[in-house]
Each structure stands twice: as C-alpha cells, then as structure tokens.
C-alpha cells in the first residue's frame, strides 16, 4: 500500500527519476573504503590521520546502531603500530625549548651549566644534537679544573727536625698578641715555660692571655750564653775580625778549660735527663757538624738514638776506632760502610744485618788472599803486588771521600751505641775549633727544657705592616734558634685564637736538613710484618712513649705529635699557609 502511494505521487509530479534504497551494510562500505584511503593516504604522505575526524564520522553516523560498535572495532583493529605520531616526533626532535622540562634543568644545574647559555650555544648550533656524549664533550675542560671547593691539606703542620734560624708571619688580620709585654704577662710566660706548665689549657693563677703563652713559644735553654759572641749558627764569618781579636779564647788556656769544664757538666746533665726521658730531644751545634739527640719514643722509636751531620771519612774513622756501631741511611749503598780502610765493615744497628755483613768481609778478604796468590803464582813480584793493592785501597779512599759533607754523610745510632757516642763527643778535641773567631769556645747546647748551666734565651720578635700588590699584611718576624716544637706551638696558638688566615716563610741550617730527610734514621716500621700476624690485638707504638715521656715538658697534643711512628708525618718544609682550618706546605 505504501509503495504503491509512493509510485503514484511520483507519477503526479512527474518525475522521472526513480528512487532507490540503500542498506546499512552498503553505508559502512562505503565509510571503510574511505578510511582504507585517508590510511593509504596517511602513509605516502607520512601524516598521521586526524582522530577528530574519525570521531566526527562517528558522531554523523551515530543513527545507525551498528555503526558505534563497527566503527569502534574498525578503530581499535586497523589503528597501524608503524604509524608516525606527531607527538613523538616533537619529543625525538628536541628543540631548544626542550630545555625547560624540569628533569633537564635539574641536569644542568648539577652540572653546573647555564641553561640560557646552552640554549644560545645550541641554536647557534643546529647540526648538533643535545646528548649526554656532547654534553660530557663540552664539561671536559671544566672537569680538569681542581674544584675550589673541595679542600686541600692537612689539619697540622708535619714536624721538621731542621734547625732554622728565622720565620716571618704574614696575615690580613693583625695578630692577636704583639712583642711589647706586661710585667705579668712576661712572668707567666716564663713561669710556665720554666715549670713546663700548660697556662693556655689547664687551670692556673698565672696570666693566660696570648701575649702570654705567646712568649712562653719563644724561650729556650742554651749553652753556652757568652754575649760577645753569636753562637747560633755557628759560623765564624759574622764575627767581626776587631772583635774576635779582644775577646779570643785561643791565648788563655785557663778560659779555655773552664769553659770546657762548664760545658761538660752541661752536656752530661742534658744527656742524663735524656735517658730518664725528661727531655725530649736536644741539639749539639759544634764548627763543623750538628748532633741530634732524640729520647726513646720520639718517633715511635723504643730506644734513645742519635743523628749526627754532616761527616767525613778521617771522622768516621774515629767512629770505628772507638767502636762505635751506626749507620748511614742516606747513602744508596748503605749497607755496606767503608770508613776510609778497606779492612772496615758495615755495622747495623739489626745483630741479623750486622752477622750478613761480617760474613761478607771475610769473603772479600778471603777474595783478595786469593788474588795475591794467584799473582804470586804469575809469577808477579811482592813490589808490584804491593803497588797495586795501595793503589786500589786509595781508589777506595777516594771513593768514601765523595761523600764528605753532604747529606749522604748522615751517621745514625741507636741504643747503647748513643751512649758510646756521648763518650766520643765529650772528650772530642776536634769538636771545639782551635783557631778562627770561635777558638776555644765549645759547641752550642740548644733544648726545649732547663739542664745544668743552661741559660733562658727569648727569641727576638719584630712587628711590622708590609704591602703587596697594594694590599696589606701584618708581618710577625721571629729571629734565632727555632726548635722543632716552636711552630707547632704558635700554629695551635693562632687556632686557639680563630686566626682565619695566614701564611709562613722560614729560612732553614741548610747542614740540618738531613734529620729529616732521613725520617726515622733507617727504615724502620713500626710493627713488622711477623708481629703483625702474630698479635692479634696491637698497642699503637706511640703510646707507651707518651707515658714514658708524660714528665717532659710537652703537653699532650704536642707529644702525641712528636711521637707519632709515621714516617710520613716528618717533612722539610720551607713554608706553610693555613686557610680554611688546614695547612698546606712546600
């Protein structure tokens, strides 16, 4: 009935055309065609298609009901795996305004670059890309560089058995003390150098202000004191010729044994409180070499032992006919010491060294008889054996001579042997000059604590205001004999006082730098290797030699310091500078 209406209103108007009706199943079709197309389309052209599309297609078509779900599925299962997404692309082509994601600023700015001035640097640069390999390409200079912040150095000065003879100090801040003194700040000074009384740290009624524990660093004990004369250094040119002709011992032998005499009771006293390890260490400054005196625990060493330079073969000559063991452990071929006669052996202070070494001068002895007799059996004259044996002894003279006066020439002993060197030294003629300025007067006795017929010597200090490349510094100048202890007191004393900053110059004996290029005096260590696996719990070295040594005069840090085992904590030093709580050293 309906289509038969249809037909005849078409007829009434008409109309030629015929209508035709189009199924559900033909429209999707026809819309998958069209989306295999855009797909096809897509691809050549390498675009992505437009999802905003495809939901409006879907929204069109949303009157047929088996369009939604036809259209969801055609979706979900022809969306291509391969296909380009523009998203991705921007994120893979990383422009400079990538540099602003939080995760690559934090990058930055742990590596310590500018973000700005990378984004400059790469636009400047298109070719390049922004990875970890150009990036770690462009720190590598700034890599090399040291890190300022990270600090260097050490939290105390290492020691230096060198004896000097002056030190300048130089701050941007003025010290905390000065040279002009109170009457009680003078004599708490010396009261508590005197008594060895720690005023800066314990309790006490005695002026505890720096400028007094600032001149109880600079005392010391000294024999002996003649006015006239300066006898540290040693060294007979500063004495005018005028001079030494009025006041010369030389022509009074009666001056000449009392001095002698008084020196004698001195140096006994001095060795004396050495072995009752009272002193710490001492100084015995003669014309031509220096002796120092060290007590057993200095340096982790158990027994008292000695240094003594600079030598010379007719020296150690004496050395050996007094019997008198050592060592020498600067020199490279050590372990064998020729005194200047080809007869003599080296002698170790190790009883096991000391047996190899016997064995191996019989041997050479044994060597040379053989020798002999094989020239007598050529057929060689005695004469011409005897010329040849003299000739090689004084090359082998020749030979122990090249290092007369130098540093190699350090002579080491220790245990009893220091005692048979006191003997040697007390009754040595050539230890006291017999002519020049200083004729007749004995060697310069130099210690941190009192002995008999010792005199209480101050250093002489000097404050001034210097420029530098127009900048200006506080100059503290301390003049004559520096101990070894001397600057480790002042270093704690400018900590104690919050001295930010400051440096230090120190001019050196140049014929004492030996002490401590040899460090221990041989190669020893403080626990050996059998000790080592035998005891299970160990003692630190150094501390039976803090007991022992707790009555001579240091206080505890400065003894812990001065018998610390360490070789490493002994250095020559020139100069320091303290900045940031730490000292740095050349």
């Not at 079709?29 to 989306?35: E, P, S």
């Not at 779900?69 to 299962?77: I, T, W, Y």
């Amino acid at each position: 009935m309906t289509r038969l209406t249809l037909h005849t209103a078409m007829a009434e108007s008409g109309s030629t055309s015929t209508l035709e009706w189009t199924r559900p199943d033909q429209v999707m079709q026809l819309h998958r065609m069209k989306l295999k197309k855009r797909a096809l389309q897509a691809r050549i052209n390498k675009t992505s298609i437009n999802s905003g599309k495809v939901q409006c297609i879907a929204t069109n078509l949303d009157g047929f009901n088996p369009s939604n779900s036809v259209l969801q599925h055609v979706s979900q299962k022809r969306k291509n795996p391969f296909a380009i997404n523009e998203s991705c692309k921007k994120q893979k082509n990383i422009t400079p305004a990538g540099l602003e994601i939080s995760s690559d600023n934090t990058l930055f700015e742990l590596l310590n670059i500018d973000v700005q001035q990378e984004k400059q640097t790469i636009d400047s640069s298109l070719n390049n890309s922004l990875t970890f390999a150009n990036v770690l390409s462009k720190l590598e200079p700034i890599n090399q560089t040291p890190d300022a912040s990270v600090p260097k150095g050490e939290k105390h000065i290492p020691i230096d058995w060198t004896l000097k003879t002056k030190v300048r100090f130089m701050s941007p801040k003025p010290f905390p003390w000065n040279g002009k003194l109170k009457t009680s700040e003078e004599a708490s000074g010396t009261t508590g150098f005197v008594r060895c009384l720690d005023i800066g740290e314990k309790e006490t009624t005695l002026d505890t202000s720096l400028n007094a524990r600032f001149h109880q660093c600079c005392l010391m004990w000294q024999h002996p004191s003649l006015p006239w004369l300066e006898l540290f250094p040693r060294s007979a040119g500063k004495v005018s010729a005028s001079l030494a002709s009025n006041v010369s011992l030389a022509n009074n032998q009666c001056m000449k044994d009392a001095l002698h005499r008084e020196w004698c009771d001195s140096f006994r006293s001095l060795f004396h409180l050495l072995r009752a390890r009272q002193c710490p260490y001492f100084y015995v400054c003669a014309n031509t070499f220096t002796v120092l005196f060290r007590a057993a625990g200095i340096c982790g060493l158990s027994e008292i032992h000695a240094l003594l330079t600079p030598t010379t073969r007719g020296f150690r000559q004496s050395l050996k006919q007094e019997e008198i063991e050592y060592s020498m452990p600067l020199r490279k071929d050590s372990k064998r010491r020729s005194d200047g006669d080809s007869d003599s052996m080296t002698t170790d202070v190790i009883s096991n060294t000391t047996n190899h070494q016997q064995d191996d001068y019989e041997e050479e002895e044994e060597e040379e008889e053989t020798q002999d007799a094989w020239l007598k059996s050529l057929g060689v004259e005695n004469s011409e054996i005897k010329r040849i044996n003299n000739s090689q002894t004084r090359m082998t003279l020749e030979k122990e001579s090249e290092i007369d006066n130098l540093k190699q020439s350090l002579v080491f002993v220790k245990g009893v042997e220091t005692q048979a060197l006191f003997n040697f030294l007390i009754n040595c003629k050539s230890a006291t000059a017999a002519t020049g300025a200083l004729a007749g007067v004995p060697p310069t006795l130099l210690a941190p604590t009192a002995f008999h017929g010792a005199t209480l010597k101050a250093l002489k200090v000097r404050e001034s205001v210097v420029r530098v490349d127009n900048d200006r510094y506080y100059s503290l100048e301390l003049k004559g004999p520096l101990l070894p202890q001397v600057l480790p007191s002042l270093c704690h004393l400018m900590t104690s006082s919050q001295l930010e900053q400051y440096s230090a110059s120190c001019a050196q004996l140049a014929s004492t730098t030996p002490f401590s290029t040899a460090k221990h005096g041989t190669g020893y260590t403080s626990v050996t290797k059998e000790e080592d696996c035998n005891n299970v719990t160990k003692v630190p070295p150094n501390v039976f030699g803090q007991e022992n040594l707790s009555d001579c005069g240091f206080n505890e840090e400065l003894l812990n310091h001065f018998c610390d085992p360490d070789p490493t904590r002994i250095e020559v030093f020139e100069s320091f500078k303290f900045f940031n709580g730490l000292y740095t050293w050349s």
